[in-house]
């Protein structure tokens, strides 16, 4: 019979996977051109934008709605550790948000432009954050106490594995 799976081992490797694609860079730098480079993706897909490689994968636009789907999250979590002590995080289902918000039938316009938005907000909450707010912890349903700042980090290491994730989609879309 085959063990059952560690949820919070499954969650450190999460985490270690998500901060490893950031890696010692500036999480505010990095988060601060993810909005110009989804926006140029999105322009390069052209016609592939609502295109899945293979039925159990993401579009490039549906990739971008989760992005935002993590930003709309994300501020909240931000905003919840930095005014109350040590609050629950919900985690969510990403794959029911995709489906049930249809991000393939949005309008990438309005989708950049509120994710622009979010983006913005956030780096200037981040920016007046003090070291004591940063250190500031939350409770993440399934992966325990995370502070302001490694929660800002994998943010940018989430960037970076989407915009990955997107731009190897389009480049299979284009070899077809």
Same mark, same amino acid.
Do not use: C
């Given at each position: 019979?085959?063990?059952s799976?560690?949820?919070?081992?499954?969650a450190r490797?999460? #985490?270690? *996977?998500?901060?490893?694609?950031?890696?010692?860079?500036?999480p505010a730098?990095? &988060?601060?051109g %993810?909005p110009s480079?989804?926006?140029?993706l999105i322009?390069e897909a052209?016609? +592939?934008?609502r295109?899945?490689?293979?039925? %159990?994968e $993401?579009s490039v636009?549906?990739?971008?709605?989760?992005?935002?789907?993590?930003?709309?999250?994300?501020?909240?979590?931000?905003?919840w550790?930095?005014? &109350?002590d040590e609050?629950p995080l919900?985690g969510y289902d #990403?794959?029911? $948000?995709?489906e049930?918000?249809r991000?393939?039938?949005d309008?990438?316009e309005?989708l950049?432009?509120?994710f622009?938005?979010?983006?913005?907000?956030?780096l200037?909450l $981040?920016s007046?954050s003090?070291?004591a707010?940063?250190a500031?912890?939350?409770? +993440?349903?399934e992966?325990?106490?995370?502070?302001?700042?490694?929660v *800002?980090r994998?943010?940018?290491? +989430?960037?970076?594995?989407?915009?990955? &994730?997107?731009?190897?989609t389009?480049?299979e879309l284009?070899?077809?």
């Amino acid at each position: 019979m085959a063990a059952s799976p560690d949820p919070v081992k499954e969650a450190r490797e999460y #985490q270690r *996977f998500i901060l490893a694609k950031l890696g010692d860079d500036d999480p505010a730098e990095v &988060q601060a051109g %993810t909005p110009s480079a989804l926006r140029e993706l999105i322009r390069e897909a052209g016609d +592939h934008l609502r295109i899945r490689p293979r039925p %159990t994968e $993401w579009s490039v636009l549906e990739t971008a709605g989760h992005m935002l789907d993590g930003e709309v999250v994300t501020s909240a979590r931000y905003r919840w550790m930095l005014a &109350q002590d040590e609050p629950p995080l919900a985690g969510y289902d #990403q794959e029911s $948000w995709l489906e049930r918000l249809r991000h393939n039938e949005d309008d990438p316009e309005e989708l950049l432009s509120l994710f622009e938005a979010l983006r913005a907000v956030n780096l200037s909450l $981040w920016s007046r954050s003090s070291e004591a707010d940063r250190a500031r912890i939350g409770v +993440h349903e399934e992966r325990g106490p995370e502070s302001y700042d490694l929660v *800002f980090r994998l943010i940018a290491g +989430h960037d970076r594995n989407h915009l990955e &994730q997107a731009r190897t989609t389009l480049g299979e879309l284009r070899r077809r």
